[in-house]
């Protein structure tokens, strides 16, 4: 017998980016009703059913489904797993297929597909519904398919919060023991740039232009994307490729600069970055002691070459900056091989690349070459002329800051390094996209948090600031530390000290909110910057989302790492997501209790609720005055609420309200 497939629609009204987006209509009509015409046309479903929560709020989906003509089951808000096992139980359903009501062109042809995939091919999970594992798909046309079976084990096992909020989220945290596979796009769909799921206000418009070019409800997915080919062609000046063409312009120039942890070039950097932001520059000078340190002499250089007995330059300095040990003395000198030789550094694999070395703290120098200009001078054997032009005194270390005021006075930090030589991925990726983060971020208007962005040179740099601006250091909430943030490969994000703190989970939700997959990396005290703002004095959770992290690409410290490895479609990519997490850190709400000794009066402030003691439902089996009290004591100004919902086990959009009218009270404050 054949086995029951049953699609089962995920949908809510409740949507923290787009309330209501559900009835939101597209063409005129309600984005639910694309999403169950277009699958009733599928031939290998036995049945479509809507899964919502009991919630009054969700009423008009359960009605439209109705009268749509198929079957809904309405569970948990939270629970949306639990919510799925129901709905699958009710309709006996031996296979369900996950349909995601944010894709109101859910392609029937597509999810046949999947469907009989499934049936074919030995998997525990398949999916066709964005650019998994490399399928190729556009994300908005297929689905995810599991057995019952398996869904009903995963309820059983998945007891994390948001195990139970994202239905597969549990088989990809365990991908290892199972079989997980992505259908691949047939050729005339492999086009995985384009979206059509609805996050947003925004997504809706594009997708009207669509519905406005020709798509309807029976239009092919194949259509679909001509027509968005064809539409988003003329759209293409919109300001997301401006600012892929500033960044491909900044790269250009700010890549040949020679940096280091001091000198011109660190200044000339800063104020190129000045065009974008308005960049204080500060100037500290050598001998100053910051802490345990001490910032050092001033480096710069001019030329630097190894030539043969002839004067022909094996070795040049014009060539790469990376072939002079960065900090290195002068020198002008001739010298055999042997002695040459004890200068030179090779990188450890790999054979072409001119590998990365400093020596900062200890008076040196030396040359870095690839294998075969190594190969040459060991032939020549020698004499060579040995130059490098540099000057090594005492001048200043130099850093920019740009400080972003909002309407709260509590600080987010966010700080990259300017002290690498020309290298991509590492550093310049970090620093172009922090510039592009910061003049976004000075553009949100109703800025709520204030921030705190900065332009070091790595350690001393965040050391010296740290050193300088102690009083406000001690006072910021949080940090992001950016760097490589431009590699072809994966996304990842390092977690801050406190793995608990919101910050982490909110990388985590912006991550899931745009369906891309990551490497999560615990926090270690090896690392960028976060070492400095993280240590005893400072404490900040300093969190850093990035794309082929430090150390673990091989083009790593290498001249390798250049702009074909690195280009500015992908600081695009990664700069979306850090502006999807400020998205959520300004929505993030703080409040603070502005009676915090011994308990108020709530009738002095009129604050008894109309409903008396009554419980609520919705309000977790919890009364509103319950909820009051519990604002009242939690609320000291450290824990946000979304934190405190989760730890009333409400939602923070029944708790906000609440806090709110305790604010209008004077008796919360939000800081
Ligand atoms: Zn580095």
């Known amino acids: 017998m054949n086995p029951r497939n049953v699609a089962i629609i995920q949908a809510r009204m409740g949507s923290s980016r787009f309330p209501g987006k559900m009835l939101a209509r597209l063409g005129g009509i309600p984005l639910l009703e694309w999403v169950v015409r277009r699958l009733l046309r599928a031939t290998t479903l036995a049945q479509v059913v809507l899964a919502t929560s009991d919630r009054d709020s969700d009423d008009a989906l359960a009605e439209l489904a109705t009268r749509l003509g198929i079957a809904v089951f309405r569970g948990s808000e939270a629970d949306v797993l639990g919510r799925?096992?129901?709905?699958?139980?009710?309709?006996?359903?031996?296979?369900v297929v996950r349909i995601c009501a944010d894709n109101p062109f859910i392609d029937p042809a597509e999810v046949d597909r999947l469907v009989r995939y499934f049936a074919e091919i030995p998997c525990d999970y398949a999916c066709n519904h964005q650019d998994r594992l490399g399928s190729g798909y556009a994300d908005g046309f297929g689905a995810e398919i599991l057995s019952a079976?398996?869904?009903?084990?995963?309820?059983?096992?998945?007891?994390?919060?948001r195990h139970r909020e994202h239905v597969t989220l549990y088989l990809w945290d365990h991908a290892s023991e199972y079989t997980l596979n992505a259908v691949a796009a047939p050729a005339e769909l492999a086009f995985p740039k384009l979206r059509f799921d609805v996050d947003t206000p925004d997504d809706l418009a594009n997708l009207e232009v669509l519905v406005g070019a020709g798509v309807a409800i029976e239009t092919t997915a194949c259509d679909i994307i001509r027509i968005a080919q064809e539409n988003y062609r003329t759209a293409s000046a919109d300001s997301s490729s401006h600012v892929r063409a500033e960044l491909a312009d900044y790269l250009q120039r700010l890549f040949p600069l020679c940096r280091s942890i001091t000198g011109n070039p660190n200044r000339e950097t800063l104020k190129t970055l000045q065009e974008l932001i308005p960049l204080t520059i500060h100037e500290v000078p050598s001998g100053t002691a910051v802490y345990d340190w001490t910032v050092p002499d001033e480096w710069n250089i001019r030329d630097a070459w190894i030539a043969d007995a002839s004067g022909r330059r094996i070795v040049d300095f014009r060539d790469s900056n990376l072939h002079v040990v960065s900090y290195s003395e002068p020198v002008n000198s001739v010298m055999d091989w042997a002695e040459l030789q004890a200068r030179l550094h090779r990188h450890p694999q790999l054979a072409d690349a001119i590998p990365y070395r400093t020596s900062y703290y200890k008076r040196d120098w030396g040359f870095c070459v690839t294998h075969a200009q190594f190969a040459e001078?060991?032939?020549?054997?020698?004499?060579?002329?040995?130059?490098?032009?540099?000057?090594?005194?005492?001048?200043?270390?130099?850093?920019?800051?740009?400080?972003?005021?909002?309407?709260?006075?509590?600080?987010i930090l966010l700080s990259c390094y300017i002290c690498h030589p020309s290298m991509a991925n590492d550093s310049l990726s970090g620093v172009l996209l922090t510039a592009f983060l910061a003049r976004h971020i000075a553009r949100l208007k109703n800025r709520h948090w204030s921030y705190r962005i900065v332009f070091v040179p790595e350690t001393i740099g965040a050391i010296t600031y740290c050193a300088r601006n102690e009083a406000a250091m001690k006072r910021i909430d949080m940090g992001l530390v950016i760097t490589t943030v431009g590699g072809p490969g994966k996304f990842g994000y390092k977690r801050s000290f406190d793995s608990s703190h919101p910050i982490n989970a909110m990388i985590e939700e912006v991550f899931r909110d745009t369906e891309t997959e990551f490497v999560t990396y615990p926090f270690d005290i090896h690392g960028s910057d976060e070492r400095q703002y993280s240590s005893q004095g400072f404490r900040i959770n300093a969190a850093t989302i990035c794309r082929d992290r430090y150390y673990e690409y091989a083009y790593y410290h290498s001249s390798l790492d250049n702009l074909a490895f690195v280009t500015a479609e992908q600081i695009a990519e990664t700069l979306d997501l850090y502006v999807g997490l400020i998205d959520k850190v300004e929505a993030r709400r703080v409040y603070r209790n502005r009676i915090p000794h011994g308990e108020?009066?709530?009738?002095r402030h009129d604050l008894y609720p109309a409903t008396g003691g009554a419980q609520r439902p919705e309000l977790g089996g919890r009364s509103e005055l319950d909820l009051i009290l519990w604002l009242l004591f939690l609320c000291d100004g450290k824990p946000d609420i979304a934190n405190i919902a989760a730890r009333l086990g409400v939602s923070s959009s029944d708790l906000v309200p609440i806090a709110d009218r305790l604010v209008a009270k004077d008796v919360l404050e939000i800081v």
Do not use: C, Q
């Not at 129901?86 to 296979?95: F, I, L």
């Not at 079976?149 to 919060?161: D, H, R, S, Y």
């Not at 090594?392 to 972003?404: A, F, N, R």
């Not at 108020?600 to 009738?603: E, G, K, P, R, T």
């Open 600 to 603: 108020v009066m709530l009738s």
């Open 149 to 161: 079976a398996l869904l009903e084990k995963i309820a059983a096992n998945a007891l994390e919060v």
């Open 377 to 411: 001078m060991e032939k020549l054997g020698g004499p060579f002329t040995v130059v490098i032009d540099s000057e090594l005194k005492p001048g200043s270390l130099t850093y920019g800051e740009h400080l972003v005021p909002g309407r709260s006075a509590r600080e």
């Open 84 to 95: 799925f096992v129901g709905a699958a139980s009710m309709a006996r359903a031996d296979n």
